[in-house]
T-cell receptor, first 112, second 116 residues
């Protein structure tokens, strides 16, 4: 089977740093994605890791360790608008690139 | 570009009724997918397609049918609605890319379906 584990909720203050961990057990692995979803909205793409290491995109960074079946999303300089749910998703192989399995999501609440 | 569009935005059905959720994309993407999202949960894959004429089942396909006659359209049919199908349905599309370092799905705004 496929499973991805994320913490259900994280609370932090503006300006802080938050790390959201994702551990996965899947029958195949080709890449790990992160998506952001505001309440009532659609998921939007944040980052993608296919190789081990850190990918940085502005205030957000994502890390992958394939040997540990583990990744994380790092949110820096938190802003109120970052209050949302964050999902990790595994792409199992190159051929069925859109056969993603999503984690249950981590709700991030940013307080003033 | 309109991106990924979905209709309707909201729908209420009675148990046993059938309907089709529409999804269209204007980005010429090869890949399209349907997900459902129940309250407070992640997205679960219903069906997906890697190109026109090619579809396959995802994690939760029972009670749903799809077809992909064109690159642009990927409708989802509910055969006989049940209260367990009350959910938010998202359609997504993405490009087949030779790059290994990036893979991005574009999501539509969703259809909120209630089955009574």
């Amino acid at each position: 089977g496929q499973s991805l584990e994320q913490p259900s909720e994280v609370t932090a203050v503006e300006g802080a740093i938050v790390q959201i961990n994702c551990t996965y057990q899947t029958s195949g692995f080709y890449g790990l994605s992160w998506y952001q979803q505001h309440d009532g909205g659609a998921p939007t793409f944040l980052s993608y890791n296919a190789l081990d290491g850190l990918e940085e995109t502005g205030r957000f960074s994502s890390f992958l360790s394939r040997s540990d079946s583990y990744g994380y999303l790092l949110l820096q300089e938190l802003q109120m608008k970052d209050s949302a749910s964050y999902f990790c998703a595994v792409r199992p192989n190159k051929a069925a690139g859109n056969k993603l399995t999503f984690g249950g999501g981590t709700r991030v609440l940013v307080k003033p | 570009n309109a991106g990924v569009t979905q209709t309707p935005k909201f729908q209420v059905l009675k148990t046993g009724q059938s309907m089709t959720l529409q999804c269209a994309q204007d980005m010429n993407h090869e890949y399209m997918s349907w997900y459902r999202q129940d309250p407070g949960m992640g997205l679960r894959l219903i069906h997906y397609s890697v190109g026109a004429g090619i579809t396959d089942q995802g994690e939760v396909p029972n009670g749903y049918n799809v077809s992909r006659s064109t690159t642009e359209d990927f409708p989802l049919r509910l055969l006989s609605a049940a209260p367990s199908q009350t959910s938010v349905y998202f359609c997504a599309s993405s490009r087949l890319s030779s790059r290994q370092d990036r893979y991005e799905q574009y999501f539509g705004p969703g259809t909120r379906l209630t089955v009574t």
